[in-house]
């Protein structure tokens, strides 16, 4: 396994598109970050300063992890690489949890940094300005989100096996699908997987709408682990 | 060796390929001839579990492909020169291919200068002529130095020197010991470098074993004779019972007697003989007349045709399946 996980690292690292895709989701937060902490510092009504304060730009982030998740395994079809991939290691479900351990670690280690020097920002800039126990959680569940949510993209990819596709299924699901599902049906509203990953980010939940935190973290967990199987299934079913 | 047991692969209601066995022995090149749309490349990727086969499976050297701890140190493949990420240098391409087979990087830059990349080892393949992909791609097969090759139309995009070289390197590699498993349209290249073939049609087999055999049992063969007394030496024949054809002016072409007996025959007739040549069909002609029933997709009846050898009785399959 060792040995996948660096043909992977190898891999990710040397395609120009994902290493600008990562360093953007960082660039981005943390100059939204900015842009954040100076406007509510010129806000006389601002009030003690959190992390989530300084951390508008998360979504985009954790957009571009899903997109990372769908281009690790979808470029891989598109290019036809699949085939000398699997030529070389035709265990094909050792190979996807190889691509997983790269892109969800590269996805933590990228929000680790952003978290990092939004926090510092937040002192810098932001006056009172703390960091308590839940903003402790949040920075742990941020993290996991976006190793969730490039897992979910790259279950996307196995399952569509196009990138564009699997780019533009998870965006409108996230951004147009999920919303007005649980607006049109109320009680959909627990159900929606990207909005509970959400949910598990926030400082305070939305509990007529969604889970409890921990509840809609475990939920967008296990519906993010049920798609990876079937895309794990699926390739390894289909032709390569 | 590469063995193959009635591998069946299914698209819907179309059999790509039927019930196809098959032998690659080591030590020779083994050439996989079929028409386009026989199914060479299905059998080919089946033969790397690429493809799943619906029934029947494939061993090489006794084993499945992913029963080998290290693949590529016992199988190399080259099935397409475009399956490459275009944004990718070359030498990171192999890198990633070695670290999923824990091969150091050194084999690497071995394996570039043995395709003569070492220059471009630093450059995107996406600027790659398609020659030069085809030797990247046989860079990624020779990584491992395995035992069994497999090679999908490899002198694709090769200028003359570059075929010439792919020859020198295939036979170089049978005669080392190892298995190698050519498939190409390229019927001149496959006389040149095959000792044996597996011939496919429609999915099933046509022809397995030396191309000698090949050549020998199922070629036409017959004698063209020139005399300015064709007309009497050809009537002869034709009473004797042979098949004779005008292939010109003063000249007929013969099937049944040897060039060795027409002589004879002119000497008694007192006739003068300007050409007295036996010949036997090309491997082309061979494989045209062997798949003429097994081509999923052919020209229309205004393309030109082979060259057709003289009429004979149908082909009769030397060594067939």
């Given at each position: 396994m060792r040995n996948l996980v660096r043909a992977e690292w190898i891999k990710f690292r040397s395609v120009r598109s994902t290493v600008i895709m990562a360093l953007a989701a960082g660039v981005l937060t943390i100059l939204f970050g900015v842009i954040a902490a100076i406007q509510q510092r010129d806000d006389a009504f601002g009030g003690t300063g959190h992390l989530g304060d300084v951390m508008p730009g998360l979504q985009v982030a954790i957009f571009l992890f899903g997109t990372l998740g769908v281009q690790i395994i979808g470029q891989e079809y598109r290019f036809n690489t699949i085939r000398p991939t699997l030529t070389a290691a035709p265990w094909r479900t050792r190979v996807l949890v190889a691509k997983l351990i790269v892109v969800a670690l590269a996805a933590a280690a990228v929000t680790v940094v952003m978290l990092a020097v939004c926090a510092l920002i937040g002192m810098l800039l932001l006056d009172p300005f703390e960091i308590d126990s839940v903003d402790q959680r949040v920075m742990w569940a941020t993290v996991l989100f976006a190793m969730g949510w490039a897992m979910y993209g790259m279950a996307l990819g196995a399952i569509v096996r196009q990138p564009v596709a699997g780019i533009v299924i998870l965006l409108i699901q996230a951004l147009v699908a999920e919303p007005i599902l649980a607006n049109l049906v109320h009680a959909a509203g627990p159900w929606m997987p990207f909005q509970n990953g959400v949910q598990m980010t926030a400082r305070s939940g939305d509990p007529e709408l969604l889970r409890s935190t921990l509840a809609g973290g475990i939920y967008f967990f296990a519906f993010t682990v049920v798609l990876w199987g079937i895309g794990a299934v699926l390739v390894n079913k289909r032709d390569a | 060796m590469i063995e193959a047991r009635g591998l069946t692969k299914r698209y819907g209601s179309t059999t790509a390929v039927d019930d196809l066995s098959f032998r690659v022995e080591s030590g020779r090149v083994t050439g996989f001839l079929g028409p386009n749309g026989a199914g060479k490349s299905t059998t080919m990727r089946m033969c790397l579990d690429l493809d799943r086969a619906d029934s029947g499976g494939v061993r090489i050297d006794g084993k499945r492909l992913v029963d080998f701890p290290r693949p590529m140190r016992s199988v190399g493949a080259l099935l397409d020169a475009g399956y490459l990420h275009p944004t990718r240098k070359a030498k990171e391409h192999l890198w990633a291919l070695a670290a999923s087979?824990?091969?150091?990087?050194?084999?690497?830059?071995?394996?570039?200068?043995?395709?003569?990349?070492?220059?471009?080892?630093?450059?995107?393949?996406?600027?790659?002529?398609?020659?030069?992909?085809?030797?990247?791609?046989?860079?990624?097969?020779?990584?491992?130095?395995?035992?069994?090759?497999?090679?999908?139309?490899?002198?694709?995009?090769?200028?003359?020197?570059?075929?010439?070289?792919?020859?020198?390197?295939?036979?170089?590699?049978?005669?080392?010991?190892?298995?190698?498993?050519?498939?190409?349209?390229?019927?001149?290249?496959?006389?040149?470098?095959?000792?044996?073939?597996?011939?496919?049609?429609?999915?099933?087999?046509?022809?397995?074993?030396?191309?000698?055999?090949?050549?020998?049992?199922?070629?036409?063969?017959?004698?063209?004779?020139?005399?300015?007394?064709?007309?009497?030496?050809?009537?002869?024949?034709?009473?004797?019972?042979?098949?004779?054809?005008?292939?010109?002016?003063?000249?007929?072409?013969?099937?049944?007697?040897?060039?060795?007996?027409?002589?004879?025959?002119?000497?008694?007739?007192?006739?003068?003989?300007?050409?007295?040549?036996?010949?036997?069909?090309?491997?082309?002609?061979?494989?045209?007349?062997?798949?003429?029933?097994?081509?999923?997709?052919?020209?229309?009846?205004?393309?030109?045709?082979?060259?057709?050898?003289?009429?004979?009785?149908?082909?009769?399959?030397?060594?067939?399946?």
């Open positions: - | 087979n824990g091969l150091p990087r050194k084999r690497v830059d071995h394996v570039l200068g043995l395709v003569g990349l070492s220059e471009v080892a630093n450059k995107r393949v996406g600027s790659f002529s398609l020659g030069m992909k085809q030797r990247l791609g046989l860079a990624g097969a020779m990584l491992g130095d395995p035992q069994t090759l497999l090679f999908d139309e490899p002198a694709n995009g090769l200028d003359p020197e570059g075929i010439q070289w792919m020859r020198r390197f295939l036979k170089g590699l049978a005669d080392e010991g190892r298995t190698v498993f050519v498939s190409s349209h390229l019927l001149s290249e496959m006389a040149l470098i095959a000792d044996d073939l597996v011939v496919i049609g429609k999915g099933s087999l046509i022809f397995e074993g030396p191309v000698h055999d090949f050549v020998d049992n199922t070629a036409r063969k017959w004698v063209t004779v020139r005399s300015p007394q064709i007309q009497e030496i050809g009537d002869t024949l034709h009473n004797a019972g042979h098949q004779v054809t005008a292939s010109g002016p003063g000249a007929i072409d013969v099937v049944g007697p040897s060039a060795a007996e027409i002589g004879e025959l002119a000497a008694r007739l007192g006739a003068t003989l300007h050409e007295l040549s036996p010949k036997t069909a090309s491997l082309e002609d061979v494989f045209l007349e062997v798949t003429a029933g097994a081509q999923e997709y052919r020209g229309d009846a205004g393309a030109p045709a082979p060259p057709p050898p003289p009429p004979a009785a149908g082909p009769a399959a030397g060594g067939p399946a």
